[in-house]
């Protein structure tokens, strides 16, 4: 199911077996990698409240069903989590390789209806930018970093040597490390019986 098919669908608590309200907007978090919560205006007083992820059961084509524990008044208190992507932002976000090339922007993001882990990113790219991104879909354990302007994606093209001249793929984004970001070799001084040990105080 695509993100941009939520707007709108009915909210049902399905213990009182009725209608809390509608979705208005989604949260995404890019660092898990799924929906995080749904916005939804309240049937009964047109109040705008956030159901967060735990809350959800099921999204389903026609209606999101909540778990059984009451409807929207049994909602957290909304939580603002600066990372997390709504609709607006997730929809035009920049997309950048780790090699410094653009791969487009993000058209809408596909997910599982009863994990709301995220499937895919898909992209609105031009027809060269499809080929070099599969086809516009970026899965989401390829996003290293990501912020309300730029999500930075693994290219699977950035190597460095590692000191025995073997190709490795460095820690952390995966980016290649400059020389002065690179751990430090221990140095070594020299005893009389010429076996290495390492120094002190360096």
Known sequence: MRLKELRGLPVID????????????????????????????CVDDNESVRILAPRIRRVGHNAVILTA????????PVEIAEHWLDGSTLIGLEVMG??????????DASFNQDSLDLDAYLLRATFWERLVSRG??????????????????????????????????????????????????????QVPDGQPVAAHGR
């Open 69 to 76: 524990r009451g409807g929207a008044a049994a909602n957290a």
């Open 98 to 107: 780790d090699d410094g090339n653009r791969i487009g922007r993000l058209l």
């Open 136 to 189: 516009g879909r970026i899965v989401p354990n390829r996003v290293h970093a990501c912020s309300r302007e730029l999500m930075i994606v693994a290219s699977g093209r950035l190597k460095e040597l590692a000191t025995d001249g073997e190709p490795s793929v460095s820690q952390g984004l995966g980016l290649p490390l400059k020389i002065e970001d690179r751990p430090a070799l221990p140095t070594y001084d």
């Open 14 to 41: 399905p213990t009182a077996a009725r209608k809390v309200g509608n979705v208005t907007d989604y949260q995404v978090d890019p660092v898990s990698g799924r929906i995080a919560a749904l916005d939804i205006t």
